[in-house]
Every structure is written in C-alpha cells, then in structure tokens.
C-alpha cells in the first residue's frame, strides 16, 4: 500500500491549490480518503473525507466553504482543492487512507508543504 | 465536536523505563452497540508522517513493537511504553473516531 503525495506548493493570498495523492497496492474503491493538516511545529487538523466509490464528502466546519475533495478512479488518485487561502493555510497536508468505518488511519502519504505568502 | 486533552505536553524518560502518555476525551468514546473505545495512537518523528500504533484503544497495529500498549475506556485512555528504546523518541499523538476525527495536541517524548 502506498499513497504518494505531489510536491509542495507556494501560493499567494487568495489563490487556490489542489494537491493530489496518488493511490496503489489496495482497491482504491473500498478505503475513505481523509486529509489532515498540521502547521509548523503544530498538532494535527482533521480537514475532510471522501468515499472513493460514491464521491461523497464530509468536512470539517471551519473549512466547509473553501475545500473540495475530489478523485479520479481510473488512476486512483484523489485530489484536496482548497480555496481564498491565507497566510495561516500554510501547513504540510496529508492523505490518509481509513476504512468506511471506523476512521482510524492506517497509511498515510508523505505529506505536501503548501506555503501561502504574499 | 469531541476535544482530545493529552498529559502531559512532553517528558522526558530513561532508556529502558517505562513512559505513561494519558489522554482524556471530552466525551466518552465508547460505543454501546459493540462496547469498543473509538481511540487511536499514533506516533510521529520529524519529517514523517504519523504511524499507527493502536486503534480500539488497545489493539496493536500488525508490526507495532509489544513493548506498546494501550489502555483505558470511556473518556480517560493511556499509552504505555513498557522499556523505553532510542528509537521511540517522537511525538505521540492520540485521535478519536467516534465522531469526526480529532487528535489530542501531542506528547513530546525525549531520552533523559
């Protein structure tokens, strides 16, 4: 099993990023993609999921209205977009791969670094 | 949503000793229908990501090292490293899936 991440990312206040992570050694269909995010020298930070079967998506509220999940089964690679991104968005995200339920992660990707700066 | 409270913030512990992380959740994280604690651990060094440890509360992740266990129920849960190796100096960090995921703020762990 291996989730791989793509590189990391510097943008601009208010620009979007989408990063992907892309899946294989398992069916990707039957695994719930989550992302979290940690910033420097922080804790980690639940963002979302996504079922890769039925493309549905849960989020956690303070980014309800700037993220998007989304996935591409046919290379098994699911992609985090997130949106109007500021300064405290700069972080490393990860993928993590859960069973439908329950939703403890049992591999990660390596993690992307996005730095959002003026 | 469920807050993840650790104890404490970082210690620091002999090689060969025993480490005791606690962490208490705001609210309990058993489940009635099947009596399971939704409470994970995982263990993160810098520049990696975190890696499972023990999920239910007390079942080993397949490769974890015995000399980790987990224990607790209800809302007051610990991670218990029995004879404490160079190796496990990181960052601990424990999460519940009772509901949305959230994770306890993290325990420092460093060699005395």
């Known amino acids: 099993v291996q989730l791989v991440q793509s590189g990391a990312e510097v943008k601009k206040p208010g620009a979007s990023v989408k990063v992907s992570c892309e899946t294989s050694?398992?069916?990707?269909?039957?695994?719930?993609i989550h992302w979290v995010r940690q910033a420097t020298g922080q804790g980690l930070e639940w963002v979302g999921w996504m079922n890769p079967s039925t493309g549905q998506t849960g989020y956690a509220q303070k980014f309800q209205d700037r993220v998007a999940l989304t996935r591409d089964t046919s290379i098994s690679t699911a992609y985090m977009e997130l949106n109007s991104l500021r300064s405290e968005d700069t972080a490393v995200y990860f993928c993590?791969?859960?069973?439908?339920?329950?939703?403890?992660?049992?591999?990660w990707g390596q993690g992307t670094l996005l730095t959002v700066s003026s | 949503d469920i807050v993840m409270t650790q104890s404490p913030d970082s210690l620091a512990v002999s090689l060969g000793e025993r480490a005791t992380i606690n962490c208490k959740s705001s609210?309990?994280?058993?489940?009635?229908?099947?009596?399971?604690?939704?409470l994970a651990w995982y263990q993160q060094k810098p520049g990696q990501p975190p890696k499972l440890l023990i999920y239910?509360?007390?079942t080993r992740e397949s490769g974890v090292p015995d000399r980790f266990s987990g224990s607790g129920s209800g809302a007051d849960f610990t991670l218990t490293i029995s004879r404490l190796q160079a190796e496990d100096v990181a960052i601990y960090y424990c999460?519940?899936?009772?509901?949305?995921?959230?994770f306890g703020q993290g325990t420092k762990l460093e060699i005395k």
């Open positions: 609210q309990s994280l058993l489940h009635r229908s099947n009596k399971k604690n939704y």
């Open positions: 050694g398992y069916n990707f269909n039957i695994y719930d």
């Open positions: 239910w509360a007390s």
């Open positions: 993590a791969r859960a069973e439908e339920s329950p939703w403890y992660f049992d591999y």
């Open positions: 999460q519940q899936y009772y509901t949305t995921p959230s």
